[in-house]
């Protein structure tokens, strides 16, 4: 079965491209653009990585973020993940990047793009893998900040296929960002929403009725509200579920105790996602892995799992049928 998982054609919906950065990587660039890290090496970085919630993780995340400087920075951060997901046979990947983590500290928007797409085209065109771009809010910073980015996305459209909201979650609801989501999905932009990770069902509802989303990123606090999970049900609103991410921040204390495939056999459109690979120990092929080891699954169960992701791909809806 091991062969079969690594091998299965894989649609990856929830990656932050920012999470992909390997310690590795982080102190070759810091000493690329002279940045001193406060770390003796690549190893002392991922012992840093033991988190016990989302706030834990957020600090670490943000403070690797601040290598990345230069449109190369960013080109050389996403051929990295797009050749280690080669390996798990991912086919197309749908990317979120964080553009108020650069922008805050000073560095240009288009930098933060020019360097993602370039690598995202040269995937595409050399790796075979097929792309589409997501511009995540951070729900910690103020709506007019939100509302400031938006007008940058909205100059990067023929390049963003629609926007996010991350960061975190506890004590920044969906409401906060009504009005931001509403022109975004005016102006053309697909939605999509963290909620329900480690925040309550609540957000999850309020982010389908306020927030237009088009599907759910993590949602698996969703079992706390039978009708919601019906609903997810009958409307076929895909989760994408990042399960390493979820042992790592404590949202689960094992992978047995993980909701993903009750969930699934009760016929959710679950996906299975990485997260912040280098963050959480895994990349595609390790987190469908680590359901498995917990919760076996026959063929067909892990072939519906991509498939859910096909269907809740923006791939467009003509060519869906070439990747099924
Ligand atoms: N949750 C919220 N914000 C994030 C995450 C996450 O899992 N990863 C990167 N930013
Ligand atoms: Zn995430």
């Not at 990295?80 to 000073?106: C, M, W």
């Not at 995937?123 to 939100?146: D, K, N, P, V, Y």
């Not at 919760?295 to 067909?300: E, G, V």
Request: hydrophobic share 40%; net charge negative.
């Amino acid at each position: 079965m091991n062969e079969f998982i690594q091998g299965l054609p894989k649609v990856e919906l929830h990656l932050h491209i920012e999470g992909s950065l390997e310690p590795e990587l982080a102190f070759e660039l810091a000493t690329r653009n002279n940045i001193a890290l406060p770390y003796d090496s690549p190893q002392a970085l991922r012992k840093a990585y033991a988190f016990d919630n989302l706030q834990a993780f957020l600090d670490i995340y943000y403070q690797g973020a601040n290598v990345l400087r230069t449109e190369q920075d960013f080109y050389d951060l996403t051929w990295a993940y797009l050749e280690r997901s080669k390996i798990d046979n991912v086919i197309h990947t749908e990317i979120f990047f964080d553009p108020q983590t650069h922008t805050e500290r000073g560095i240009e928007f288009d930098t933060v793009i020019s360097g993602i797409y370039r690598a995202l085209c040269d995937g595409q065109a050399q790796l075979g893998i097929t792309f589409q771009i997501i511009a995540c809010f951070l729900r910690h910073l103020s709506e007019q900040s939100a509302m400031n980015t938006l007008t940058d996305i909205l100059k990067h459209q023929d390049k963003i296929i629609g926007v996010g909201l991350d960061s975190s979650e506890n004590g920044h609801p969906p409401s906060k960002f009504t009005r931001v989501f509403n022109q975004a999905k005016q102006a053309g932009l697909q939605t999509v929403a963290h909620a329900g990770e480690e925040g309550p069902a609540q957000n999850i509802t309020d982010s389908i009725e306020l927030l237009s989303i088009s599907r759910v990123d993590h949602g698996v606090r969703c079992v706390e509200d039978p009708a919601l999970v019906e609903q997810l049900i009958e409307t076929k609103m895909a989760l994408t579920v990042c399960p390493l991410s979820n042992i790592k921040l404590c949202v689960f204390d094992d992978m047995s105790q993980h909701n993903v495939v009750e969930l699934l056999r009760k016929g959710v459109a679950v996906t299975i996602n990485s997260d912040d690979p280098a963050y959480f120990g895994g990349y595609m092929t390790d987190n469908f892995m680590a359901v498995y080891k917990a919760h076996p699954m026959t063929p067909d169960e892990l072939a519906q799992l991509s498939l859910n992701a096909i269907d809740a791909s923006f791939i467009e809806p003509a060519l869906k049928l070439q990747y099924r």
